[in-house]
Nanobody, 124 residues
């Protein structure tokens, strides 16, 4: 099982910037994609941005031009740089990874894991 630890959340004023980090640890044979999801109070968890190891990147329309996702393969770390932040960016941000691992008796299996979440609040 892969363990994801997020950091960097907090309180920021509208127009401000914040960078989230997520470090993956555990038995990873290959990482396919890492991403960030956001869950606002009373709403479902939605994709904010994702990055595949081939470099393919996806952004939610609401964050295009303001957020940048990047990944450090060597460190199994994914970052989310958030700028020009808005109150509607408020929520709990979850890191997610889709990966493969070798399981005893099963061989190579594909799994996914979620982080515990980090709160981001955009308010004056």
């Amino acid at each position: 099982q892969v363990h994801l630890v997020e950091s960097g959340g907090g309180l920021v004023q509208p127009g401000g910037s914040l960078t989230l980090s997520c470090v993956a640890s555990g038995s990873i044979f290959r990482t396919f994609v890492m991403g960030w999801y956001r869950q606002a109070p009373g709403k479902q968890r939605d994709l904010v941005a994702s990055i595949k190891t081939d470099g393919t990147i996806r952004y939610a329309d609401s964050v295009k031009g303001r957020f940048t996702i990047s990944m450090d393969d060597a460190k199994d770390t994914v970052y989310l740089q958030m700028s020009t932040m808005k109150p509607e960016d408020t929520g709990v941000y979850y890191c997610h990874t889709d990966y493969s691992t070798i399981k005893s008796g099963q061989g190579l299996v594909r799994l996914d894991s979620w982080g515990q979440g980090t709160q981001v609040t955009v308010s004056s």
